[in-house]
């Protein structure tokens, strides 16, 4: 059984170490299991996360102090070691998942990692950083 849980990520360092986390060559079989959607690169995801949020907020007139507001969600997904699923099959669900849940249309980061004896999927997602 897959297993999902959100952590909400609330300040831009907490986005920083997050990515960081996530990306990890040691957990991604060397980065291979990493990929991003409209991002030109994830390894400079968090810039690129927060450049979309600064114009967002300024496209829409709304500026933030940023105390509890929400800039990211920490997805993990979590696949049991008995559905007998390949990371690479791992991968894929997890972007079609994040596909399908922003639409296309916000930034994110996914990458599987196997350093454990379950394959789980991890990612921040710029939820609230679409520009209407």
Do not use: W
Not at 30 to 37: A, D, F, I, P, R
Not at 96 to 103: A, I, N, P, R, V
């Amino acid at each position: 059984m897959t297993v999902t849980k959100t952590i909400q990520i609330k300040s831009e360092s907490q986005l920083g170490r997050a990515l960081e986390y996530i990306i990890n060559a040691k957990k991604t079989m060397n980065e291979t299991l990493v990929s991003g959607h409209a991002l030109n690169n994830v390894h400079n995801a968090e810039f690129e996360m927060l450049r979309t949020r600064c114009f967002a907020q300024k496209l829409k007139g709304h500026y933030s102090n940023g105390k509890d507001e929400v800039f990211a969600h920490h997805i993990i997904q979590s696949f049991d070691p008995k559905d007998n699923i390949t990371p690479e099959q791992a991968h894929e669900i997890g972007e079609k998942m994040m596909l399908q849940f922003t639409e296309g249309k916000h930034e994110f980061v996914i990458a599987t990692h196997v350093d454990q004896d379950h394959i789980h999927n991890v990612r921040p997602d710029r939820v609230l950083s679409q520009v209407v």
